[in-house]
């Protein structure tokens, strides 16, 4: 798909919400995603809307907890330059992003390690 395809166009094309069905998991979603799951059972968001009781601002909190390291990885893959045009096939291109998420695992852990 190209890049201009909007990211519920492109799960409606591959039938994402069915095959997250299917293995029996959910999609952590941002506000955007509102109505794209009509039965809420498929694509977590957050609450929209102001002056919303703390119930609901701790679940926002809380689904931003869960989002954030996902998000992070996908900062950081869009960091390599190899990924910005693959001129392969996507399941080279998959096995690329594997092997760049496993050296950057590797580059945190060493970070972290003593010496």
């Known amino acids: 798909m190209p890049g201009s395809t909007h990211d519920t166009t492109a799960a409606r094309i591959w039938n994402i919400l069915t095959a997250l069905r299917d293995a ?9 995603y509102h109505g794209y799951d009509r039965t809420g059972q498929q694509v977590m968001t957050p609450y929209k809307g102001r002056n919303k009781p703390a119930s609901q601002k701790d ?3 809380a689904h931003t907890r869960l989002r ?13 330059r190899i990924l910005r045009k693959p001129r392969c096939c996507p399941r080279r ?4 992003a ?7 695992n590797y580059e945190v852990t060493a970070d972290g390690a003593v010496r």
Do not use: F, S
């Open 24 to 32: 029996g998991l959910i999609a952590l979603g941002d506000k955007g």
């Open 68 to 80: 954030g390291p996902g998000e992070r990885a996908h900062a950081q893959l869009k960091t390599w």
């Open 59 to 61: 679940a926002n909190r």
């Open 98 to 104: 594997k092997a760049i998420h496993v050296l950057q």
């Open 93 to 96: 291109t998959e096995r690329i």
